[in-house]
């Protein structure tokens, strides 16, 4: 089976990374259009995946079972960031009273792989797991400073990136430069850059050896925090975790 | 490819299954006896996953990367309950002061999928994708109940359970008692049960048919608690919670 089965793995693992928040329930039609696979295929692996249960079917739709958790679990309990990030996420949430998450680069996305909860009720909806295009997100911005000059260049090559809002950075002239200022500050500022009333600041948590290696973000409604209160209230609070983290690790 | 290639996709997710708290690095031989594969399998498995990003290798040892988050995603971002349940988890928290989960059962497990962080330093490991055995955890006892009677005879059926302490259920009889008493208190304390020097509080989220399809709960040090404080104290909070969600779904 060697080849063919393990394209098999691939092709499933592209189906079950379909779902997500905008699309929770896919037909077969669905599934194939989103991983990119004919629908012969999809549908193999939808049955597959329904098999040993890491998907429902309701005679239409396939929904995710809370089965597919078992595999994320692989990195969150076993990975040291996010484990030593914890006890620092909650502590910044404790003094600003909103939900701090952490955030890592996966390929062209803020990848967020840890958080601490707030009790707002208008909360961003950035769950464990969840993904931002780098470009427009704060963490983004600091995770870019993580690459080299020509990683950067590839990175940009792909300009222009689509507007999420009239404010989204789209050029790859726009996008160095935020990822210029955000290396120069330390921290980046995020207004309104991924979605309209949308504040977020996000700092670099560094290793020993100066790298980046994930970012500490904040994202709030614009109706209770003003950049400037970020900037000048939020900012040294992260700073000061993250320097912590920076060190365990 | 068909069936050859399906089983390839099973054989993988078993893989990154086997990855997990205790197991967070695994040779190809580790893996292969985890997932009960032949040693080929295993590596083909292994090597697969590394093409596409899942897992790293040293030159000895595979871990799981971020991107297998993207995988857990698909169901907290998408499915009702964890989502609406993150408000109720966070205001139990910040009565008690502890981290407080959501529980529900995925086969012989309780299967953690929602969480709402304390800041403790001294906290439980449960974090979402975690599980712990029916038969040993609060949140078990509160779960099995949910199970016809011969569905709970079947899964009692496979006593003795292995004990984790001298206080764990090991008996049909002493795990059906607990259920039993579990469902009368409407509340399930696990006294040093699972590990020494844990206790923990489960309670149950009922659906509007009556139907129990998940608990809440709280670990906690017993250096910090005591079973009479989560039984007078905590209790009220959690049951008056869980009846909200419970009315939400």
Known sequence: MAVEGMAGLAKGLAVLEAFGTATPRLTISDAAQAAGLSRAAA????????EIGYVTFDGKFFSPTPRVLRIGAAYTESAALPQLARPHLAAIRDVIDESVSLAVRDENDSLFVARSEGTRILNSSIRVGARIPLYASSTGQILLGALSESELADYLAAA???????????TADAVAQRVKDAGADGVAIGDEELEPGLLSIAVPVRDPAGQVVAAISI???????????????????????????????
Chains 1, 2 share one sequence.
């Open 43 to 50: 549908r193999r692996c939808l049955t597959t995946l329904a």
């Open 160 to 170: 222009p990136f689509p507007a999420r809002t009239p404010k989204t950075p789209t």
């Open 219 to 249: 994202s709030a409604s614009s109706s209770r925090v003003t950049v400037e209160e970020f900037r000048d209230r939020v900012r040294p609070v992260m700073q000061q975790h993250a320097a912590e983290l920076g060190r365990q690790l």
